[in-house]
């Protein structure tokens, strides 16, 4: 399970920005606390199912500095 900090949306836009993504709830918070953004503007969502794909992201960029 991961975790995302990402912005709120603007009324009437839908998409999101991401600013981190963290492997503990803990950290993410931390860094929702000590960001310049205020806390009213930064939302934490608990994404979930996506461990393999970033596993698969990893295991791309070990090949990618193996082959370098």
Known sequence: ????????SD???EGVCVVGV???RDDAEKF???HYISNER???????GVWNKWQDIRTKLEAQKEAA
Do not use: C, I, N, Q
Not at 42 to 48: I, K, P, Q, R, T
């Open 1 to 8: 399970m991961l975790y995302t900090v990402s912005l709120k």
């Open 11 to 13: 009324e009437g836009y």
């Open 22 to 24: 963290f492997l503990m």
């Open 32 to 34: 929702m606390d000590r």
């Open 42 to 48: 930064l939302v934490v969502d608990e994404v979930d």
